[in-house]
């Protein structure tokens, strides 16, 4: 099994985009086309605070981010919340208006319980537990052949490790390219809710996927990617960077109106304005505003290199 260590996606995802560029051997075929299986990978973060991705070229939206780490703490399934940011999406969607995969559905009322409060029940009552699951892939997911949307993550741990939480999501087949910069950055909002109401540290961040693969469609994309970042620029933007405290804690505080992009709803300040200049530049494409009104935070850098890159096709 191949592994990748750090301290954050940050410092070690171009590592694992030139990883992947030399092992393209093995083909496979899927119903979103041929694919490079890479088998199963490890990844673990060691200092998990900030999991923003910061990559020229890479068309990492922030804001499709934060919105769907609201999303799935908010337990909603509908699609609408999310085609407001990326209006393609309903392309995963097997009735046009839900999402059968949804994660927060999963977690809080798929199963007809929540997961998610009963677990931290659980951690509060018992920090030496290791029954702190949540399951998100149900056993008629097996037979469910023609949904377009099965949980690619399925299973979560949480466990108090050294006084700090840890997270560790089990998935079964991962997008190297789509599906892992999003993937990190949700599921530590959601670890940071967790350790939030326990109140603890946050710990690790893991990721065991048993297929790890990239489409053949994305590799032209990956070159040029790889060839115009360096580790060293991509540090530098980490360490010069101030973090993402206010937006983590404005996720924190108003998922369900940042879910539905309810703006004026949106109690923390530091997203109301961020989500507001949004909507203004998608409304009226106003990129000029919205580049001159960003954050000067990690957020506002990664939005930037996201804007950079949509002028550069």
Known sequence: MKSFVGEDINSIYLDTLDFALDSCCTQARSRCGTFFDFGAVFFEFKNPVNQLLLLGKRKFNPFFAVVESAWVLSGRNQLSDLQTIISNYDQFSDDGNT???????RIQSY?????????ITLLKKDKETRRAVITLYAPKDLANNKS???PCNTSIFFK????????TIINRSNDLFLGIPYNVFVFNVLQQFVEGRLGI????????TDCLHLYEQDLIKVREIIG??????????REES???????????????EISTLDIDNISNSYCKQVFGDYLRYKQNNEKS?????????????????????????
């Open 99 to 105: 999402l059968n995969g949804a994660y927060g559905f």
């Open 111 to 119: 199963f007809e319980i929540d997961q998610l409060e009963s677990l």
């Open 148 to 150: 377009l949307d099965i």
């Open 160 to 167: 108090i490790r050294n006084s700090k939480l840890d997270i």
């Open 201 to 208: 540290e946050i710990g690790v961040q893991r990721h065991f």
């Open 228 to 237: 115009s970042n360096s580790q060293l620029q991509v540090n530098k933007w």
């Open 242 to 256: 101030s973090g993402t405290e206010k937006l983590t804690e404005g996720i924190l505080e108003s998922f369900n």
């Open 289 to 313: 505003y919205l580049t001159e009104n960003l954050p000067k935070d990690t957020f506002g850098l990664s939005a930037n290199l996201w804007l950079n890159s949509l002028s550069s096709t």
